[in-house]
Nanobody
């Protein structure tokens, strides 16, 4: 099993940037496709971005496309989410998750077995 652990959240002004990282204990991240999801107060969890185990394929929610970039470094056992042009509507708890193969739909939370505790991102309006 793998246990993802997020870091890098915080408070940033609108238009600013943050970089979230996801590290792992247990099995290496390279064994899994990885994703980021977020949940704002009073709202359902939503897909943000995902990346295949090799890093060759990425997926983004329309709301973050062009602003966020997901990447991974399997040699360092880490995954990152670079967030630029942050908006108040990006405020949420961001969680990284690991998906064991086969991967049917990396945009769906149901495809992921292992979840981190989450890190808060706040963009004041």
């Amino acid at each position: 099993q793998v246990q993802p652990v997020e870091s890098g959240g915080g408070l940033v002004q609108a238009g600013g940037s943050l970089r979230l990282s996801c590290a792992a204990s247990g099995r290496p991240l390279s064994d899994y496709a990885m994703g980021w999801f977020r949940q704002a107060p009073g709202k359902e969890r939503e897909f943000v971005a995902a990346i295949s185990w090799s890093g060759g394929t990425t997926y983004y929610a329309d709301s973050v496309k062009g602003r966020f970039t997901i990447s991974r470094d399997n040699a360092k056992n880490t995954m990152t989410l670079q967030m630029n042009g942050l908006k108040p509507e990006d405020t949420a708890v961001y969680s990284c998750a690991a998906s064991s193969p086969p991967d049917y739909d990396l945009r769906s939370a149901d495809d992921y077995e292992y979840w981190g505790q989450g890190t808060q991102v706040t963009v004041p309006s």
